[in-house]
């Protein structure tokens, strides 16, 4: 298994994902294999859209 590189990340990321996922209405739990993959995946695109953008704010 490979190294995480920063391991604090990954519990930013979830709060950020859990965020993201209730700003669009999808029911984000532990387990999550009752939504549609239309759903986890408006998630993960919202997600990368907002990083994005924030990303070209700073530079």
């Known amino acids: 298994m490979a ?3 920063v391991p604090e990340a990954k519990q930013g ?5 859990m965020e993201v996922a209730n700003e669009l209405g ?6 999550n ?7 986890c ?3 993960g695109g919202e997600m990368v859209k907002k990083m994005v ?6 530079l």
């Open 3 to 5: 190294q995480k590189l």
């Open 13 to 17: 990321l979830y709060k950020f994902k």
């Open 26 to 31: 999808v029911p984000f739990t532990e387990y």
């Open 33 to 39: 294999g009752n939504l549609t993959s239309k759903q």
């Open 41 to 43: 995946g408006s998630v």
């Open 53 to 58: 953008e924030q990303y070209e704010r700073n």
